[in-house]
């Protein structure tokens, strides 16, 4: 592989909620539907923090789009899975399920 | 960015704390993020408070990455070099904080032990700058003198003026643009009631004008407000208006009686102002109440203050005064060599303190400096288990200079945070200063703790920091790196140096402690010595009080001595009250008001002694009430009174000096051109003015004679009972107000009470330096401690191996005090040696003790060795404990 680093649990949920937001992945859509899937409390600093560490690492690109009101007047900056980010995620989910295949793991239930 | 939009308005400050803790680059976009979702809240029906609490939590939330990331941008980055360098030393802040935090128990010992010395540094500090170093509240506070008459026969004591010489020296002067007089005077007056003893002053028109101060309230006196004849006019001091007249500003214009005369109030001085002798609760200004009419020249009572001329200096003022006194010496035959004196108001009020206060500072400052050694110490014993991080950090490319700042930051960081503590610690000491007597110091309100004084305290942790951390700093860095690198992290010996530095402290430490607690051995001898002065009259079961007729009341001499023997008569009365008497002064509070007495048959005297003396009007039974005792002749009677010859009794030290070699009883003497007296008897000599002063010849006349006019009206009562002060209050009023109810009872106190006051001020300075050793001592004996302990944990492999090879743990800890032993002895000899060449510093506190008093060296000596071996055998016998295996199994 690439850089040699593995991708750490947040940044693979980050990817991962690029791909579900598809073309409108920014800081707030990404904080929320983390939030919502995981019920996990999400801070928008911790996002921003992954997303530059996975931006440095060229997992994902971005762009800057227009000014919008509801933003005060600022821009959203909308990022999207590169293909090396698609592969570093693939290969991580493959490690998964290769190390916790055959084995009894207690399910967690679904929390709602 | 307004915010458009509906109008929507996120936290401001949380907004703004979030452009802190996020990275340049993102902020636009993170602050868009945020209040796009703050909006959809509000627009989902959520309530503003709830969306705010989201934005805050947001906030919190985002604090911690952001910062870190702030961090390590800030590390990574290749700024300008200006803005680096201010980031390296935010960086090295919390570098050193990280450090001071890693090792708690080391940090907290550091600066618990400095707290402490700074505290009692600056609470010292505070006194010393409110009474030396705070200004007084005067226009130009340097050109204000008090002048003083030098009568050469009077062993050049400075004393009072006459009135006349005073209106010579004024109409005179060429070098003083004003000159006020200044005198005693002490009214009764009479508000809501119960007549109330006032402390006062009786002054020149021109007195607040010498000082240059302005009334806080209505005016100071106008120039002819002291012409005789004017309408009565008096200025309040600022304290009593508030206390006595209940801070009411409508006070200006009212009338106050004082002694049966209608005073108008003009004024109110401003407050806390300090005037040479005394703290007057008002003035008054008629300055002929001291002038000829009233007393004669041979009495002396005014104390004049002047006002340097602008342009003038201190020796044209002296030579002005030179000029004057000898233009007057032909009217003085008796004064032949008087001369004049000025002396800075300044000088005046704190100088008799001055060389205690500094001494006291100084003794304190050393506590400190152990303090500060023993953080110093602590470093170093410490420094050995950081060698290897210093080495490491080295290795990487860090400076020597570099790694020298970190260690200082640590020490500055520490210095601070137990300056903050102390300045607490001081704070807690003043509630404690009115126990000790601080009040009781001239210029005592200016003492607090206020802007200079933690100005100093911020000082002086600075310094201190510098003190105890530039050594250990200098030692960690300065090793050799390859060497602490190849040792791993396992090496903690100590080099050779390291543990002659700690050496160096130790002895400084325990030289330190000797020289403090010689001090405090020296005052609590000299204390002990002034508590059992024999002050010539039985000192227990004494009740006094003062009482002052009016002038209106008590015209003539004989409705006085009614007076008197009245109260008397109806005093002794009393049930529990065995004899009273009543007296001009009592013992130990005498003012200097020397009166002259002559041998008819040598009027001019003997230029070589002097033939001033205290004198005293006395009832029958003064002396019998004071147990003073009698050594010739007979003490008054009742017999002696107006109608019979005039007598007098001397004390024996004025027999010795005016009839030597011969018998004094029936001689005569003249009081002050007074009428002849026959002397009936000779009592013992009496303190007249404190414990530390020498008995005064003294010349007693019966109150009855109407000899000295001017020391009858205002007398002090003695009552010789067992029996309580608060049980005789009520008694004694009604005995006194029974005969008169205008007349006040001033200052009714016990003798003890008397006696406690005189010497508050060596109490004072005996509990300072004792409280001051006591801390020297202790803080000593840890360092010794602490670094006997740590030189023990370096010879463990040696202590090991001895034991495991037989040696009885006795041995060892016999060798390892021995070792410790010699840095002892040569800091007590260092200390002793120090005692004997400073003790001249200290003469001025002690009283009846040599500094070199050999009894108290040694005992000190003695003391603090024993302490010593006791501090050294702890850990010695600690590690003689060790398992040798444990330590074998270490090597």
């Not at chain 2, 452009?19 to 796009?36: I, K, S, Y």
């Not at chain 2, 109330?196 to 806080?216: C, E, I, R, T």
């Not at chain 2, 009338?255 to 300090?274: C, H, Q, W």
């Not at chain 2, 506590?367 to 170093?380: H, K, M, Q, S, T």
């Amino acid at each position: 592989m690439g850089k040699g680093e593995n991708l750490g649990e947040f940044e693979q949920t980050v990817l991962l909620a690029l791909i579900r937001l598809e073309d409108n992945a920014y800081g707030m859509t990404i904080r929320q539907v983390i939030q919502e899937r995981t019920d996990r409390y999400v801070a928008i600093g911790q996002v921003y923090a992954a997303l530059e560490r996975l931006e440095t690492k060229r997992y994902i690109s971005s762009h800057v789009g227009d000014p919008e009101p509801i933003r005060g007047g600022r821009s959203r900056k909308l990022y999207l899975l590169t293909d090396e980010g698609e592969t570093a995620l693939a290969r991580a989910r493959w490690m998964m399920e290769r190390m916790a295949d055959g084995l009894e793991l207690p399910h967690l239930r679904s929390a709602r | 960015m307004s915010e458009r939009n509906g109008g929507h308005r996120v936290p401001r400050l949380a907004e703004l704390l979030f452009t802190l803790v996020t990275p340049r680059r993102e902020r636009h976009f993170v602050l868009g993020d945020v209040r796009e979702e703050f909006v959809r809240i509000l627009e989902s029906g959520k309530s503003l408070r709830a969306a705010r609490l989201w934005y805050w939590r947001q906030l919190l939330g985002s604090a911690r990455p952001g910062c870190r990331r702030l961090v390590k941008a800030k590390m990574l980055s290749n700024g300008p070099r200006r803005r680096g360098m201010v980031d390296r030393q935010w960086y090295d802040l919390r570098l050193a904080t990280r450090a001071l935090v890693r090792r708690p128990l080391l940090s907290a010992t550091a600066v618990v032990t400095l707290a402490v010395g700074i505290g009692a540094t600056v609470a010292m500090y505070s006194i010393v700058h409110g009474v030396l170093l705070a200004r007084l509240g005067y226009a130009e506070p340097e050109r204000v003198v008090c002048l003083f008459s030098l009568r050469g026969n009077m062993g050049g004591e400075p004393s009072a003026f006459s009135y006349a010489d005073f209106e010579d020296l004024r109409d005179l002067t060429r070098a003083f643009s004003e000159v006020a007089a200044t005198g005693v005077w002490n009214p009764t007056a009479i508000v809501d009631g119960d007549p109330w003893k006032v402390n006062g002053q009786s002054v020149s028109g021109n007195f607040f004008d010498v000082l240059g101060v302005n009334a806080a309230l209505g005016r100071t006196f106008l120039p002819e407000e002291d012409v005789l004849g004017h309408e009565p006019v008096v200025v309040l001091s600022y304290e009593t208006w508030q206390s006595r007249f209940g801070g009411d500003s409508s006070v200006v214009g009212r009338s106050v009686n004082l002694s049966g005369v209608l005073y108008t109030i003009v004024g109110v001085a401003p407050p806390k102002l300090e005037v040479p002798r005394g703290k007057p609760d008002m003035w008054q200004a008629r300055p002929e109440y001291f002038s000829k009419e009233r007393m004669p020249r041979g009495s002396h009572n005014v104390w004049p203050i002047a006002r340097i001329a602008p342009g003038v200096t201190m020796e044209q003022v002296e030579a002005d005064l030179t000029e004057i006194a000898i233009r007057l010496e032909p009217l003085h035959p008796a004064h032949a060599g008087q001369r004049f004196a000025a002396t800075p108001v300044h000088e005046v009020l704190v100088g008799s303190v001055r060389p205690a206060l500094l001494v006291l500072f100084a003794a304190v400052a050393l506590v400190l400096l152990i303090a500060c050694a023993n953080v110093a110490n602590l470093l170093l014993s410490s420094a050995t288990g950081r060698s290897h991080e210093i080495a490491v950090k080295g290795a990487l490319g860090a400076s020597r200079g570099r790694l020298v700042h970190q260690l200082l930051l640590e020490s500055l960081l520490m210095a601070l945070l137990a300056g903050a503590i102390g300045v607490l610690i001081a704070l807690a000491c003043t509630s404690l200063f009115e126990a000790i007597g601080v009040a009781q110091l001239p210029r005592s309100a200016m003492v607090s703790i206020n802007g200079p004084i933690v100005a100093f305290a911020l000082v002086i942790s600075v310094f201190t920091a510098v003190v105890f951390g530039l050594v250990p700093a200098l030692r960690a860095c300065g090793e050799d790196v390859g060497v602490r690198l190849q040792e791993g992290g396992r090496s903690r010996s100590a080099t050779r140096r390291q543990m002659g530095a700690q050496r160096v402290l130790v002895v400084a430490e325990v030289a330190v402690s000797v020289l403090l607690l010689t001090g405090a051995g020296l005052l609590l001898k000299s204390y002990a010595n002034l508590t059992n002065v024999d002050a010539g009259f039985a000192t227990e079961n004494l009740l006094t009080f003062r009482l002052n007729p009016s002038r209106q009341r008590y015209q003539s001499d004989a409705e006085l001595t009614r007076y008197y023997e009245a109260v008397v008569q109806n005093l002794t009365a009393l049930p529990g009250v065995s004899s009273a008497g009543a007296v001009s002064a009592l013992p130990l509070t005498g003012a200097w008001d020397g009166e002259i007495v002559l041998r008819p048959d040598k009027p001019v005297p003997d230029p070589a002694t002097n033939p001033h003396v205290e004198a005293r009007a006395v009832t029958p039974d003064y002396f019998e009430t004071l147990g003073i005792e009698l050594i010739r002749g007979r003490l008054f009677t009742t017999a002696d009174n107006e109608s019979a010859p005039d007598v007098a009794i001397v004390s024996d030290g004025l027999a010795r000096r005016l009839f030597p070699g011969e018998d004094p009883i029936g001689k005569f003497v003249t009081v002050s051109n007074q009428r002849p007296c026959a002397i009936v008897g000779v009592v013992a000599d009496v303190n007249n003015f404190g414990l530390e002063e020498n008995a005064e010849p003294t010349v007693y006349v019966p109150h009855a004679q109407h000899i000295l006019p001017w020391i009858r009206r205002t007398m002090a009562v003695a009552l010789k009972t067992s029996l309580d002060q608060a049980v005789l209050t009520a008694p004694v009023r009604r005995a006194v107000w029974d005969v008169d109810p205008t007349v006040a009872i001033a200052d009714f106190r016990s003798m003890d009470r008397i006696i406690a006051d005189d010497i508050s001020g060596p109490r004072l300075g005996m509990s300072l330096l004792t409280s001051f050793a006591g801390l020297a001592i202790l803080l000593a004996l840890i360092g010794v401690s602490s670094v006997m302990a740590y030189a023990v944990s370096q010879r463990r492999s040696e202590i090991g191996t001895r034991l495991a090879l037989g040696a009885q743990s006795r041995d060892v800890v016999g060798m390892v005090i021995k070792d410790g032993a010699r840095t002892v002895v040569l800091g007590l000899a260092v200390g002793v040696l120090g005692a004997l060449l400073l003790g001249r510093a200290i003469q001025s506190m002690l009283f009846l003790v040599e500094p070199r008093d050999p009894a108290v060296l040694l005992l000190v000596s003695v003391l603090l060795a024993v302490f010593a071996f006791f501090a050294m055998w702890v850990p010695a016998a600690q590690a003689s404990r060790v398992p040798p295996v444990e330590v074998l199994k270490q090597m």
